[in-house]
């Protein structure tokens, strides 16, 4: 079978949703799916404010538990448990997996934390600037080659983070980490292979341990929330579906997807984390904060209608 990048050799019995190394550019169920995950992120704030009074390296702790189980159970109403067994024992896919767990783990901790501490704005801002970075990972990683106009918009998005910098008095990390840590999940997702709800699974797994840890570590020390209050403890396992479910379909996209759009899918997002912070949670939207977005919506823009009129371009030459 073919060989995937970095040294990945391609699966021999790992689930049933593996796709093809060079899946079609707009697969029409994988835009569904991408969409689809990214309306879930999108309005997720609204969810981790009422967990907002929790530690969040305890809300993440209890969103890789019950997420690792709903992921199971995925799995077996599926009944592809027996690809798990065979998955984790390659090294190279558990090695893959390891690391997309650290990635999405910084993530989730990143976000949570920001959302308590009402910097949605500052979320919104990473994942618009997260797309353009998942653009360049597609250049020098996979090789996908960009146009003048997409190297514009990746430069025109750059330029407004540094302004951001210049008039804040200091980079915007939140935003850059959740950014980079999304983009580069992203890639590894692609190119491990790895059928989507398995690798989401195994991800899953992996971070099982040391959450267990840590929640038995603080039952043992009584500073646990769980238990304390019922709706509190209500929605800390609801964090399973909350996390389960557009983790699935993102990775069902990328997995159906060139990386360059479902990076670019991302869009629809940090717009509804963006309106809920001004509008919803009255987070205050500076100059410098209007500056650097309308630079990167402008790139966002330059790169849609590049895109768009490519794509055109490409079918009226097909049908002549």
């Known amino acids: 079978m073919a060989q ?13 949703q593996v796709a093809s190394p060079l899946p079609q550019p707009y697969s029409g169920a994988g835009l569904f799916y991408g969409f689809s995950a990214y309306f879930l992120w999108g309005l997720s704030p609204l969810f981790w404010k009422l967990l907002a009074r929790v530690p969040a390296l305890e809300v993440l702790a209890h969103r890789a538990v019950w997420g690792a189980l709903s992921f199971l159970l995925l799995l077996a109403s599926r009944r ?15 090695g893959a997996m390891a690391l997309a767990s650290v990635l999405i783990g910084i993530n989730w901790l990143t976000y949570i934390h920001a959302v308590a501490a009402d910097w949605i704005l500052e979320c919104s801002l990473g994942y618009f600037i997260n797309p353009l970075a998942s653009v360049l990972l597609a250049a020098f990683v996979l090789g996908e080659k960009l146009r003048r106009l ?3 918009a ?3 998005a750059a330029f407004g983070v540094v302004q951001l910098a210049a008039q804040a008095q200091g980079l915007p990390w939140v935003s ?13 997702r692609k190119v491990a292979p790895v059928a989507a709800l398995l690798g989401s ?8 341990p040391w959450a267990l840890a840590y929640l038995l570590f603080l039952a043992w020390r009584g500073g646990a929330h769980f238990g304390e209050d019922a709706s509190i403890s209500a929605l800390l396992v609801s964090t399973g579906l909350v996390t389960a479910l557009p983790l699935l379909l993102f990775a069902l996209s990328a997995r159906l997807l060139p990386l360059s759009i479902v990076g670019f899918m991302q869009y629809l997002a940090p717009t509804l984390q963006f309106l809920l912070a001004v509008f919803v ?4 939207f500076s100059p410098a904060h209007r500056n650097a977005f309308v630079c990167i919506w402008v790139a966002l823009a330059i790169f849609s209608l590049e895109g768009w009129w490519r794509s055109r371009k490409r079918a009226r030459a097909t049908a002549g």
Do not use: C, H, N
């Open 4 to 16: 995937f990048r970095f040294g990945i050799p391609a699966p021999q019995a790992l689930g049933t």
């Open 80 to 94: 592809d448990l027996k690809a798990l067994w065979p998955a984790l024992r390659q090294r190279k896919i558990l």
């Open 150 to 152: 997409q190297w514009m």
């Open 154 to 156: 990746v430069g025109l």
């Open 176 to 188: 850059l980490i959740l950014a980079l840590s999304f983009a580069l999940y992203a890639l590894v």
């Open 201 to 208: 699974t195994m991800e899953a797994l992996l971070l099982l």
């Open 281 to 284: 949670y009255g987070e205050r």
